[in-house]
């Protein structure tokens, strides 16, 4: 929610708001609900959700945040093509 308190002022401007750290209490949660690791690791979570639900699921994947660095965003998108990739050789 940080990076909407400012929209209504924000309107046309060009700039980068800071981001806040995450509160202490928040990161449990945050670990608990979200598929967060090694492209691995996050196959594997998907392949646990789907052997849950017996049948096949669909996720997601959040994978741009305002001001993220272009680099950053590449590699985030060369990892979830290697999640997807270990995803086809699971099925």
Not at 2 to 28: G, L, N
Not at 43 to 65: K, Q, T
Not at 68 to 88: F, H, S
């Amino acid at each position: 929610t940080w990076k909407y308190e400012d929209m209504e002022h924000a309107h046309s401007a060009v700039r980068q708001s800071p981001v806040p750290p995450i509160p202490a209490d928040r990161v449990d949660a945050l670990r608990r609900d979200l598929l967060v690791g090694s492209p691995g690791q996050v196959a594997e979570g998907i392949a646990a959700y789907e052997a849950a639900a017996g049948m096949p699921v669909h996720f997601i994947a959040r994978s741009y945040f305002p001001g993220l660095d272009p680099a950053a965003q590449a590699e985030t998108l060369e990892l979830l093509g290697e999640v997807g990739a270990l995803l086809r050789r699971m099925s």
